[in-house]
């Protein structure tokens, strides 16, 4: 059993030096007076009692996220229940699939926002309302800055999509809907009417997309109560785990359990774990390392392959799988996985969570009675499933998903018995997605079966913000003599719902004068999964005179910048590999301890 935190008193509480703070009466007034004016009473301001934030990510312009709009009802029943006063705010939106150039160019810009609320307002503790891709990481990159008692609660997948009778996960039917439209199968309105069924109901994605992937991975990290992340939206369960949620932060508060306690080494090193066995996005590591970053704990992608490449895939879930949400729900959602993990002794038991026991407390002996939707450690769907941390001449770190590697992309490009696991080929160079999508049916181009497909420009700096532009699909001729995919390697990201086994998030990008701004089409790549390398095949002397040719140039050419904060942001941001976080930013951690609380106002 774990030791418990020690018990804080009311006159510990960051809010009474806003409410109830006897040496300032003036400020105390002026404090008071304003919160008085909606209805609420001194006696709940200065009756003692914790001030819960409730951080609401949900709203019109995010529909993945707006069940949090009645959710919020249920967690402030819980804070009250419990003897806390809720205190609801919104947060910046991101909605991935609405936000233009790229919704990952809005985390940092949430996550500055949430630090300032969390920091400067009559907060004791906060419920963050998670849910979309960005959002979760956005959440608790935050808390982790500010440190004080927080914990996440996901919005919950989307019902099961469905279309002539078979399954059509979130995202993951969009890639091969594309397929099908590119090979003239379908025409433009059934291509989105298959799309549109995977969404049913109010929910982020119910694949195995980012969005899954953080809600759950927030839970192995110990930020959200067990069991949480895998309930559907619309099911009861999840207002219930609401109100729960409700309940627990205000203890939370008491106890002075806060995100520096949680977030630990071990429970990163258990994210991890615990993100192989789900075939989790390419997304995780970028996220995971900002969180890590902004908590003052080291992790780097070589921490992703040493600890994760060689946990198999026990989650049969698309887009590395067969099933959708509310199957995995059904089986037992990560607890149950957790509990294969905890029994092959992969993961940390005794790293503490949000619940004030530890993770094995909770999940331990938890197993799945649906042994096809949530395998057995010894039963896999895929033996070694993590991610593996390239390096080379093209990048000094590159992520691949091992989990997705199809039949077919493995017996084209890894089976080579006098060469396994290694391909090389010629590349056919795109600048951005516009180039893409301008000339990849340009039959000059000559791209056949043995080429590998290069996105540049499409990173934190480059594109800005680093979109999900990588997963680039064959020539239309190809996809009809069944190659379905090609290598495609990038310096921008792919959806998590994504089932092709790019080597994606390439730092340094092509923006900043990384290998890949010096490839030309026509030259060749090597990729050797044995000796995780990516190598251009040009020689020494040939590279150096082509990195001064574009030092010449003024370096790589990529598109300006349209709004302040994509100015801003390219201004001081880092590498995916690095997290994309914001290099002045890292330095501010547990503000609320660091700093006490800040000035007065008047």
């Not at 980012?210 to 992340?229: D, F, I, K, Q």
């Not at 009861?236 to 309940?247: S, V």
């Not at 992790?299 to 989650?315: A, K, S």
């Not at 503490?352 to 009675?369: A, H, L, P, R, V």
Request: with cysteine; net charge negative.
């Amino acid at each position: 059993m774990a030791e418990r935190p020690h018990r804080r008193t009311p006159d510990q509480l960051r809010s009474r030096l806003w409410f109830d703070n006897p040496d300032n009466p003036g400020m105390t007034a002026l404090y008071l007076e304003r919160y008085l004016n909606f209805g609420l009473t001194g006696k709940e301001l200065q009756g003692k009692k914790p001030i819960i934030g409730i951080a609401q990510t949900g709203s019109d312009l995010s529909p993945c996220n707006r069940h949090h709009l009645e959710l919020a009802k249920r967690v402030r029943d819980g804070i009250t229940a419990a003897g806390g006063v809720a205190f609801e705010f919104p947060c910046h939106p991101i909605q991935e699939t609405g936000k233009r150039p790229t919704a990952c160019l809005d985390r940092n810009l949430a996550y500055l926002s949430l630090v300032e609320v969390l920091y400067g307002y009559p907060l004791d503790g906060v419920v963050l309302l998670t849910g979309c891709d960005k959002t979760t990481p956005a959440c608790l990159m935050a808390a982790a800055t500010v440190n004080i008692p927080a914990i996440s609660l996901n919005v919950g997948p989307m019902l099961n999509g469905w279309h002539h009778g078979e399954r059509t996960g979130s995202g993951t039917v969009i890639w091969k809907a594309r397929e099908r439209h590119a090979a003239g199968d379908i025409d433009y309105q059934q291509f989105m009417d298959i799309v549109g069924s995977s969404a049913p109901s109010v929910g982020h994605c119910n694949t195995m997309g980012t969005a899954s992937t953080m809600n759950a991975l927030a839970e192995a990290l110990g930020m959200s109560l067990p069991g949480s992340a895998a309930i559907p939206a619309p099911y009861r369960e999840r207002g219930q785990m609401a109100y729960e949620t409700g309940k627990r932060i205000v203890d939370m508060v008491w106890e002075d359990l806060k995100p520096s306690d949680i977030m630990t080494r071990e429970a990163f090193e258990n994210a991890i774990v615990a993100n192989a066995a789900i075939g989790g996005s390419t997304n995780a590591p970028i996220h995971i390392n900002a969180i890590a970053k902004h908590i003052g704990v080291p992790l780097d992608n070589d921490d992703w392959e040493r600890i994760g490449f060689e946990i198999p895939l026990l989650v049969n879930v698309q887009p590395a799988g067969e099933y959708l949400g509310e199957e995995y729900f059904r089986a037992g959602g990560l607890p149950a996985v957790l509990a294969e993990l905890i029994g092959a002794g992969k993961i940390h038991e005794r790293a503490i969570t949000c619940t004030g026991t530890t993770i094995g407390e909770n999940c331990k002996g938890k197993f799945s009675w649906d042994r096809d939707v949530i395998r057995s450690y010894d039963n896999p769907l895929k033996e070694k499933a993590g991610f593996l941390n390239l390096k080379g001449t093209l990048f000094d770190s590159a992520i691949m998903k091992t989990s997705v590697i199809s039949k077919e992309f493995q017996d084209r490009y890894l089976n080579n018995p006098e060469d396994p696991n290694a391909f090389e080929g010629p590349v056919v160079v795109f600048d951005g997605p516009e180039d893409y999508h301008h000339r990849i049916d340009d039959p000059s181009l000559g791209i056949d079966e043995h080429t590998i497909l290069i996105m540049r420009g499409a990173g934190p700096v480059g594109y800005p913000g680093a979109a999900e532009v990588v997963n680039m699909q064959p020539p239309g001729a190809l996809i009809r003599r069944g190659v379905l995919s090609l290598p495609c390697i990038g310096d921008g990201r792919q959806s998590g719902t994504s089932g092709t086994p790019s080597i994606l998030n390439a730092s340094p990008e092509a923006a900043i004068g990384g290998g890949l701004a010096l490839l030309q089409t026509g030259d060749r790549v090597r990729i050797d999964l044995n000796k995780r390398s990516a190598d251009i095949l040009v020689s020494p002397e040939e590279l150096e005179k082509r990195r001064a040719d574009l030092k010449a140039r003024g370096g790589y050419a990529y598109p300006a910048s349209q709004t302040p904060w994509q100015e801003i942001q390219r201004s001081m941001v880092d590498q995916l590999s690095e997290g994309m976080t914001l290099k002045p930013a890292v330095k501010y951690q547990k503000v609320a301890q660091t700093f006490g609380v800040p000035r007065d106002n008047h």
